[in-house]
């Protein structure tokens, strides 16, 4: 069987590849191969943040890259502030209703409860405030109002000392200081500097002209 001649040319404008395959005439001359470009990565988007693999770019005004800082960091006394905070006002809030069921024939008790109920809700509030940063304001009022009230059943409780048996009167001052271990370290914690530094910087934050 002849071979082609050596003067060939493939059809089709391709070029010979030096290391290809054979023919299979047996002459060393080999078939050109077709180059192929491959396409752009996920259709041609741009790298995002310089990344080499070709990840698509997110728009500018999604944020920036994944890490930045989100504010300043919360500290753990106004976050235990708070918690303390929320306890007290569980434990006044059911104490609320013996209360007022009890104020019902009296008013003064009425109206103790009700002072009570108020303070209950400047302590949560006053919480939510603090662990966001706005503010300290309300849980520093709630405590201080759950302290006077401690203080109103001790007076109570004394003047009433006299109609009641001595060991009667020393466990009935057990109760109200119990309300008032709660609010006097929410209090301290509060005012740590870290707590204030906090607030500051978090209003600072949200509104740079303003200043503590």
Not at 20 to 38: H, K, V
Not at 94 to 117: H, K, M, N, Y
Not at 169 to 197: D, K, Q, T, W, Y
């Amino acid at each position: 069987m002849s071979q082609p001649p050596s003067s060939w040319n493939p059809p089709g404008g391709q070029q010979e590849h030096p290391q290809g395959p054979q023919n299979p005439y047996g002459s060393t001359e080999s078939f050109a191969q077709p180059t192929y470009t491959p396409p752009p990565p996920y259709g041609g988007y741009p790298p995002a943040y310089g990344n080499p693999y070709g990840q698509p770019s997110y728009p500018a005004q999604y944020g920036g890259p994944p890490g930045a800082p989100a504010g300043p960091e919360r500290p753990g006394a106004a976050l235990a502030a708070a918690v303390l905070s929320y306890i007290q006002a569980g434990i006044v809030l059911l104490c609320s209703f013996f209360v007022l069921a009890a104020g019902t024939s009296v008013t003064e008790l009425l109206l103790i409860g009700i002072v009570q109920l108020v303070s209950v809700g400047l302590l949560i509030f006053g919480a939510v405030q603090v662990t966001s940063g706005s503010g300290r304001l309300m849980l520093l009022v709630g405590n201080g109002l759950q302290l006077a009230l401690v203080a109103y059943y001790l007076i109570r409780i004394s003047t009433l000392g006299t109609d009641l048996e001595g060991a009667d009167s020393e466990g009935a001052v057990v109760i109200p200081l119990f309300f008032a271990v709660m609010p006097v370290v929410a209090l301290v914690l509060a005012l740590n500097s870290a707590v204030s530094r906090f607030i500051s910087e978090k209003k600072q934050a949200q509104n740079p002209q303003w200043r503590q």
